[in-house]
């Protein structure tokens, strides 16, 4: 399980919001939006330095009420000269619940507008990366739920920090030598601090970290407050043309190729098939939902981060047919439920909790065979849906070439591998042996059993009707290359039904559809850099549908030189170099 989240606590002093945990104020007495303009963008020459690039990055230490976002994000639509993309990144380890947080924003009517839009889309309480697109997708809020000693893990280059942590004396976690030096090896060039504290301690350690420090006037009752300009910044801006040609039609390439349209590039996209959609992304209707594990693993905070971005991005797409109408993950014996018991234990029931078979029953409208897992925001998509969907949103930028098999890596542009198991003859990835696993869903009509009303899995899985169907299935065959529909595979798959629930009659003739997973040795996909101007997006084994998109949002910022939307940690987890790594400490050769 995941460490959980304490939220913060709703409490005043004198009119102030107040943080009892840590018996301090969370904004000058003086106004919160005024000290925002005066401390944190004045102190780091905003809106001026801005102007006209193309892409501007905030780092901030404290989420708190999101006064300091606020006020930018107003600054930022005000500035006739903004620059085209603002991301603001920000690290809280106790956030508000949205009902504390909105009534907590109603003491700043001027920032109304700003906050409502903020709370149609505050996260769960969950720990991790959670990336919000406001305003167009031109204002970006990265908000890590986590511990501050998070930014060692981030990737990104910062043009501005907020250092806005409660006072060093109550709260020295926030000010520490050991963080400031993390966030200095986050500036870029030219990059400026700005905090109302003037500790020595703060000045001594910022100046240490290759900060030139000035005192300025401060804000309210403050006298003097602190301002920076790092000397050491890197540079992560791109060089490159904003065009792009991605390989592969399937909930991969459309993924990457509505990311990076988003971002203004021009992308071709070549597919081999007569249309989009036509191989494993061609399924009629499959499942979505995030992996919980006890250990809260790489493998549980990925698919946490993807799903939730999924949810994100799918919620403003016209055109898709899907339904987060809840997922249940049923236990198959008593081991499995204990484990899904220590699975859930610091997760907010919202995202995941365990019901018993009385819940799940209620929550399906149908008789189920055990309780599980019950994730309210899980449901299913019809893929080739989405996968138009995403393509139909990239209008004129996006350049669309059927019936046409890359055969070489061409120069120029930046190619982006997203053709599955199609992309090791493309592309050489050293030490990886991808796999192909058949996959056959049986089609049932929906008189064919008492259908639930939200999707359920237990070895195998069974959706509500969509368009009269009940998708049921899957099988898994390694190493089977029978493209055919068999009636042994429809078989197992009624077999596994029988585990869920009861089937009224059987169907006279059974529909099914046959497809390949492509699977790496260790689950995970495989996203990232590839070799010179070359990124791969493939491998996406059972979970096409939620690693599509965080594989397409992991690649653009790459290409772009944003911030990643998820730690460090987890986007090398996902690496192709990963199998390089891993062979080097096995000591084996190429
Ligand atoms: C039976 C089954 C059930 C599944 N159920 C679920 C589910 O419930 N939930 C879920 O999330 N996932 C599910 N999946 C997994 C999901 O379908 C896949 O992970 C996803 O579709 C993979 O998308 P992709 O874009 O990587 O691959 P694909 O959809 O296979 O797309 C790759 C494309 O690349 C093209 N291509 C290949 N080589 C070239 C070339 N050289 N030049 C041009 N084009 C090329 C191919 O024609 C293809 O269109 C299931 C898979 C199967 C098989
Ligand atoms: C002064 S408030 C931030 C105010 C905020 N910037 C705003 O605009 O409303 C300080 C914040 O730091 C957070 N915080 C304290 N210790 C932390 C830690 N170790 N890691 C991450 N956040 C922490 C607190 O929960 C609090 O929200």
Known sequence: MPAPIVPARRALRDGTPYSEAFADVYHSVAGGPAQARHVFLAGNGLPVRWAGRERFVILETGFGLGINFLATWRAWREDPRRCARLHFVSIEKHPFALHDLQALHERYPELADEAGALHASWPLLVPGAHRLELDGGRVVLTLHFADVAVARDLRLAADAFYLDGFSPAKNPDMWSPALLRSLSRLAANGATAATWSVAGEVRRSLERTGFIVRKEKGFGAKGEMLTAVSTRGKDLSPSRERKALVVGAGLAGAAICARLCARGWEVELVERRAGPAQEASGNHAGAFHPIVTPDDSVFARLTRNAFLLSRNLWKDLPGMKWDPCGLLQLARDERESGSQARA???????????????????????????GGLWFPGGGWVMPPSLVRAQLDGCSSLLKRTFSTELQTVPDGRAVILANASGAPALCKVPHLRLRRVRGQLTYLPESALEPPHVVVLRGGMVLPPVEGLCVTGASFDVDDEDA?????????????????????????????????????????????????????????????????ALAAEIIA???EGEPLPVEGTLAKALEPSRFSRRAAARGSRP
Not at 355 to 367: I, K, Q
Not at 491 to 516: D, H, S, W, Y
């Open 344 to 370: 859930v234990a610091g997760l907010p029931p919202d995202y995941a909790q365990l019901v018993d078979r009385e819940e799940a029953s209620r929550h399906a409208g149908v008789p189920l065979a055990a």
């Open 484 to 548: 055919t529909v068999r009636a042994d595979s429809h078989q197992g798959n009624l077999e596994r039904l029988k585990n869920i629930l009861m089937l009224k009659t059987q169907a006279p003739k059974l529909e099914g559809r046959v497809a390949f997973r492509t699977v790496a040795p260790d689950r995970l996909p495989v996203v990232g850099r590839l070799g010179e101007n070359v990124y791969g997006a493939f491998a996406f084994g059972s979970r096409g549908l939620i690693w599509a």
């Open 557 to 559: 910022a790459e290409l």
